[in-house]
């Protein structure tokens, strides 16, 4: 009896010892190898292959193991990709969904793995993230609206005049709620001429809208797209009915987007557009990478409360209890001729810092 008592006591103990020794070793792994990839919903648009290239800067950057998913808009594909990432073990999964709703259900396996999860972009409705860095897409439809306002007034006297606003897809959550936010601001002023016309935020299709819109309307005063990449057909319409003007030239169409990209900067510094509300690909990445590395990972919540950090130019946001968890909602921002030339804007850095061309 006392042998097998000994033996006993020292298996537990061994058995202790083993547990120990798997949980450190599990977390070495973790620290040695963090792998922590990225599940991305397109590579189409500049703005998602620089997300991209934030989080893998980051993850690489605290010594992880980094590899990313592209879904091209395949709702489905995007879930099938999440499901092979997690037989991976990751320490951490960051994503871009395609659908807030349909990733919950993949969102509650990985909950059910206790593997952190930082959302970026596109919130989920439900489910338990880490964390979620975001903007918000309704409030930034408000802003370039309220711009393009401001300016009808400084012309005209009082806000009228005609606005074009060349609306992306409804089925993405950011194109549709930019165009909720643009038209209740705009349906306020009823002596402006709101005319919204749907592009899919395909180029070829802001071309041939704004083209269409300004032989109906040659008296066109503004025009607005809710991303810089496309924008780029209005830019062609307007160069080829010849109203590309400078800001203070006669005829100058007042033009407003949404987003930041090097293309906006450009056109703003060059004198074309009047500005742009931006959000902020790189700080989504490195915010997630940061807050999943230094508190999710090691088994802590993120906390609420101010974060600040220098580096971006808008450098203030807040840290919520959002309906999935910690969020931060990075403050819409607007860049015109008096900040355009900031080095701290995305579009600089992404363009000539890291050297990412935009195409």
């Not at 070495?28 to 397109?42: G, V």
């Not at 606005?163 to 709620?177: D, E, H, I, K, P």
């Not at 496309?230 to 005829?251: F, H, M, S």
Request: net charge positive.
């Amino acid at each position: 009896m006392k042998h097998n008592h000994q033996s006993t006591r020292r298996q537990i103990v061994l058995g202790s010892l083993a547990l120990g020794a798997m949980a450190t070793t599990r977390w070495a792994s973790a620290q040695q190898k963090l792998l922590i990839p990225f599940s991305n919903k397109s590579l189409d648009y500049y703005f998602f292959v620089i997300e991209e290239a934030a989080v893998k800067r980051a993850v690489e950057a605290n010594q992880g193991s980094f590899q990313a998913t592209n879904a091209s808009f395949d709702n489905t594909r995007q879930l099938e990709q999440w499901q092979s990432l997690m037989l991976s073990r990751p320490a951490a999964l960051v994503s871009d969904p395609i659908d807030s709703q349909a990733i919950v259900s993949a969102l509650r396996r990985y909950n059910q793995q206790k593997i952190p999860v930082a959302i970026i972009d596109t919130p989920a409705e439900s489910g338990n993230v880490a964390i979620t860095v975001s903007f918000d897409n309704r409030l930034g439809g408000v802003m370039a609206a309220r711009e393009i306002i401001n300016r009808l007034i400084k012309k005209h006297g009082s806000p009228k005049g005609k606005v074009l606003n060349c609306y992306g897809a409804l089925a993405s959550v950011a194109w549709r709620q930019r165009k909720e936010g643009m038209d209740a601001e705009f349906a306020k002023y009823p002596g402006i001429t709101y005319i919204a016309r749907p592009t899919e935020g395909k180029l070829d299709q802001m071309l041939s809208v704004t083209l269409a819109t300004l032989s109906e309307h040659p008296d066109l005063d503004a025009v607005h797209a809710p991303s810089d990449s496309p924008a780029r057909g209005i830019a062609t319409a307007l160069q080829q009915k010849n109203r590309w003007k400078k800001v203070d030239e006669k005829d100058h169409v007042i033009f407003v987007t949404i987003d930041g990209e090097p293309v906006a900067l450009r056109w703003i510094q060059d004198g074309y557009m009047d500005a742009c509300v931006s959000q902020d690909p790189i700080a989504y990445g490195e915010v997630a990478v940061e807050m999943l590395v230094k508190y999710s990972i090691a088994g802590k919540e993120v906390p609420i409360g101010p974060y600040e950090n220098k580096k971006y130019f808008w450098e203030k946001g807040l840290i919520v209890k959002g309906q999935t968890g910690p969020t931060l909602i990075i403050p819409p921002f607007v860049i015109d001729r008096s900040n355009a030339a900031d080095q701290r804007h995305w579009g600089y850095v992404a363009e000539k810092v890291w050297g990412i061309a935009y195409t």
